[in-house]
Nanobody, 119 residues
Framework: QVQLVESGGGLVQPGGSLRLSCSASGSIFSIYARGWYRQAPGKQRELVASILTGGSTNYADSVKGRFTISRDNANNTVSLQMDSLKPEDTAVYYC?????????????WGQGTQVTVSS
């Protein structure tokens, strides 16, 4: 099993910044990707940013140029730096870790952290 613990959410004014972190423990091998998803009220969960084991990154169009995903392999941590936040970024943010091995795929999720952008 894999345990993911998120931190760093909160309330911020439009234009402000927040940094989310996700620490992984447990069976953290055969990792394919780590990422952040978000879910706003009444909407489906969507990918915000991901980083593959090889280092390539992917961002939702709505956050490109504002959010940056990074990882610290020594501490099994992935972070999401969020700048120039907008009210539409308000959502519960979930950390994800995906393992792949011999055609099988496992997805693990954190408990979620609330990000609220409001004046």
């Amino acid at each position: 099993q894999v345990q993911l613990v998120e931190s760093g959410g909160g309330l911020v004014q439009p234009g402000g910044s927040l940094r989310l972190s996700c620490s992984a423990s447990g069976s953290i091998f055969s990792i394919y990707a780590r990422g952040w998803y978000r879910q706003a009220p009444g909407k489906q969960r969507e990918l915000v940013a991901s980083i593959l084991t090889g280092g390539s990154t992917n961002y939702a169009d709505s956050v490109k140029g504002r959010f940056t995903i990074s990882r610290d392999n020594a501490n099994n941590t992935v972070s999401l730096q969020m700048d120039s936040l907008k009210p539409e970024d308000t959502a519960v943010y979930y950390c994800n870790l995906q393992r792949r091995l011999r055609g099988a795929v496992w997805d693990y999720w954190g408990q979620g952290t609330q990000v609220t952008v409001s004046s």
